[in-house]
């Protein structure tokens, strides 16, 4: 039995351990210190703000400093998300949201040493969802493997995109809009001047995204704003590639037309009364104006006209896509061979005919099938494509091109019944959480869990995903176009130079009137 003095020692040895742990957890950055929490050998500092609340006079202006505070601020739970309507990722529960949202959240492994590389997370949701506090997205993994991670807050829907003339007289550089984008830049910004006090690299800084973040990084790859903030670049499903002829409602002028005929539809005349109206009200008919713009300060020119300047981000680079992206996207049950045009119109409007006939079919299961093989050529397939190839043609750094396609085994009941390799089914592997979910995982899902999150953090320490006992992964060239398949085998294929894929090329050429010389390589 311990004496009193030996009570009264263990007490003091005890205090001293939880204040070291405490200190351990605590990190001085530019705008004060903060206490994280330490959960095994990974501390989590949750909802840090980069940049001021964007309320009141602060909506739709490019983000402000954050005012400093005295003392330790608790970095123990999540901020709010950014306002939005619905969830980014069927079946997962709607996320608090606040306007004010511009927070960030650092996962690092425990103890000191080397600087650690830096990955920074953009969630995706179509520009007007999502949520860095969905568990899925949390860092504790990729940190465990060695990296530092961030996951960034940015506006959203129409708070974070709107375009309209008088706030791009105000704005004095003659532009409006991609405040989301904006938001982006400031959170790499935070991490330049504060990532060391974290264990991170500042000079080696990696963003990764999926979806609508995987499209940002391809704007901010185009970005004058963005550059010298990032090294290294993994875009999950998700470009902006397509000639913005056919979708002339990006440029700046159109947008600001949709931008007024918005704040006539809320009753709203002027600036200063959309600034004043209930951020709930101004959620609706907001689709018109929640998309990029281009304009002449953070996007003044596409991505593929970056590419084609040679004005880029240029980054060693990671792309793909899914083998069936549109399964968790489209409803295609009614889908036949009668009606097989008239729904792509209904869903995406006129668009040119040899896109649509290019995906033949002679039975109503066939014509559903190929509604689906369209939607992902669409939306994801054929800009992952085109990207890995201009990549390829004008960078001085390499990029690597992967396709994934494990079936992942998702509830046989409920919204993401029959998923399979479907848009958002990378996410449990790329992040390695297969542990998050009670399903039934097999032994290759492990497996392609385990290397496609090991090949993440190793391009990002590096620029080369190639390391240890991992599967050699080369890089993708037009000379010799290969794809690194993750699925039951992970294994290295020849890159799909199919009809569709030519189609969309010479289409994409007419409707600019230029080539690139991209599709005349193969």
């Not at 997205?137 to 990729?142: K, N, P």
């Not at 003339?165 to 550089?173: A, D, I, M, N, Q």
């Not at 709203?268 to 990029?292: Q, T």
């Not at 690597?400 to 009941?413: G, N, V």
Request: with cysteine.
């Amino acid at each position: 039995m311990l004496t009193s003095r030996a009570m009264a020692v263990v007490a003091v040895v005890l205090m001293a351990y939880a204040a070291g742990s405490a200190s351990a957890q605590t990190v001085r950055t530019a705008d004060g210190r903060v206490r994280g929490e330490r959960s095994g050998d990974v501390v989590a500092y949750l909802g840090l703000p980069f940049a001021a609340p964007p309320i009141g006079q602060l909506r739709w202006r490019e983000p402000q400093p954050v005012a400093p505070w005295r003392g330790v601020r608790s970095a123990r739970s999540f901020a709010p998300a950014c306002v939005q309507n619905g969830v980014s990722i069927p079946g997962e529960p709607a996320p608090e949201t606040s306007e004010d949202c511009l927070y960030l959240n650092v996962w690092r492994r425990g103890g000191s040493g080397a600087r650690r590389p830096v990955m920074v997370w953009i969630h995706g949701g179509g520009y007007t969802n999502g949520a860095t506090a969905l568990p899925l997205y949390w860092g504790d993994r990729l940190a465990a493997k060695g990296a530092v991670v961030v996951t960034i807050n940015y506006r959203l829907g129409p708070l974070g995109w709107l375009a309209h003339p008088e706030l791009t007289v105000e704005s004095g550089r003659g532009s409006s809009g991609n405040y989301g984008l904006m938001d982006q830049i400031a959170a790499l910004r935070w991490v330049q001047r504060n990532i060391e006090a974290f264990g991170g690299d500042p000079n080696n800084v990696t963003v990764f995204g999926q979806s609508a973040g995987a499209m940002a990084i391809s704007l901010l790859m185009a970005s004058p704003q963005a550059r010298g903030l990032f090294d290294r670049a993994i875009a999950q499903s998700g470009g902006v590639f397509e000639p913005v002829q056919l979708a002339p409602h990006y440029l700046l002028a159109n947008a600001e037309r949709d931008g007024e005929a918005y704040g006539t539809a809320r009753g709203a005349d002027s600036l200063a009364e959309l600034r004043a109206a209930p951020v709930e009200h101004l959620l609706e008919g907001a689709g018109r104006v929640s998309h990029p713009v281009i304009e002449p300060y953070v996007l003044p020119r596409t991505p593929y006209e970056a590419y084609l300047a040679r004005s880029f981000v240029d980054v060693p680079l990671i792309v793909g896509a899914n083998a069936d992206e549109a399964r968790s996207l489209a409803d295609v049950e009614t889908v036949t061979t009668g009606n097989f045009a008239a729904e792509i119109e209904r869903a995406w409007g006129a668009l040119p005919d040899p896109l649509v006939t290019a995906y033949p079919f002679s039975t109503d299961a066939e014509a559903r099938a190929a509604r689906l093989a369209f939607e992902r050529d669409l939306r994801f397939g054929w800009d992952m494509w085109a990207w890995a190839r201009l990549h390829a043609q004008t960078s001085a750094h390499p990029v690597f091109y992967y396709r994934f396609a494990q079936a992942t085994p998702f509830p046989d009941e409920g919204p993401r019944a029959g998923w399979g390799a479907a848009h958002f089914a990378e996410l449990w592997y790329a992040f390695d959480h297969l542990n998050q979910e009670a399903w039934a995982w097999s032994s290759a899902d492990r497996r392609t869990a385990h290397e496609m999150s090991s090949y993440w953090v190793n391009f990002a320490a590096s620029g080369d995903p190639n390391r240890g006992d991992l599967p050699h992964w080369p890089a993708f060239t037009n000379e010799a176009p290969t794809q690194f398949e993750f699925g039951v085998q992970t294994r290295l294929v020849t890159a799909p130079v199919d009809r569709q894929v030519q189609v969309f090329d010479a289409v994409y050429d007419a409707v600019r009137g230029s080539s690139f010389g991209v599709a005349s390589d193969q």
